[in-house]
């Protein structure tokens, strides 16, 4: 049976997310503050998880340029978000901006939005901050921000891989169906998060 590169991809996917989910089970507690504990943040919560996925299927949808432009635009805006979590600037709304970025990012999946380049990356842009801020708040006192940091942007690059991955279905029989859907589901998900029927 032949597979083309997309079913790798999809298959890869799978792979990686059912790793880090067997990884999420070992012993922590020595490793709390580090490397370890920066990879799993990203990963530890729906919420943040299904945004960055979001963000890496929206580029992929897209295509050329926002296939990487996103991707790198959320990251980047994050860690300036997570700056301001850590030096304690008071920003209002964080958890409902969280809950927001999964139901407006699956929605434009879902319905195929296709905005001017600079539109699409003001919308990550501006979803990553209440992202960072969150993760910025909850940085381990212990941690060393360097080692914790690199953890955290490794996670968080590949759950926009992921999505990416996923967003690549686009190109098989029906593929933009199941892409789309995928954004229906993300955006159910993080409808659940703001009438709390899904706890964070």
Same mark, same amino acid.
């Given at each position: ?44 919560? &729906? ?9 890496? $299927?929206? @580029? ?15 990251? &980047? ?22 809950? &927001?970025?999964?139901?407006?990012? #699956? ?28 993760? #910025?708040?909850? $940085? ?10 690199? @953890? ?16 690549? &279905?686009?190109?098989?029989?029906? @593929? ?5 859907? #995928? ?18």
């Amino acid at each position: 049976m032949k597979y083309n590169k997309y079913t790798i991809n999809f298959l890869a996917t799978l792979i990686l997310f059912s790793s880090v989910t067997a990884f999420a089970h070992s012993d922590t507690a020595s490793l709390q503050g580090g490397f370890f504990s920066g990879f799993m943040h990203p990963i530890s919560g &729906l919420d943040h998880v299904v945004a960055m996925i979001a963000v890496g $299927l929206w @580029g992929a949808f897209l295509g050329n340029p926002a296939i990487w432009i996103l991707p790198i635009t959320f990251p &980047l805006v994050m860690a300036f978000g997570g700056a301001l979590g850590v030096v304690g600037l008071p920003i209002p709304f964080i958890e409902l901006g969280i809950a &927001l970025s999964d139901v407006v990012l #699956g929605i434009v999946v879902l319905l195929a939005f296709r905005p001017p380049m600079w539109v699409a990356a003001v919308i990550v842009g501006f979803f990553a901050i209440f992202h960072g801020y969150a993760h #910025g708040v909850e $940085l381990p006192s212990a941690a060393n921000p360097l080692i914790y940091s690199i @953890g955290f942007v490794i996670a968080t690059g590949l759950l926009h891989l992921g999505g990416i991955a996923l967003g690549e &279905l686009k190109h098989l029989s029906s @593929g933009v169906i199941i892409v789309r859907a #995928g954004g229906a589901v993300i955006s159910l998900i993080g409808l659940g998060f703001l009438t709390h029927l899904i706890s964070v």
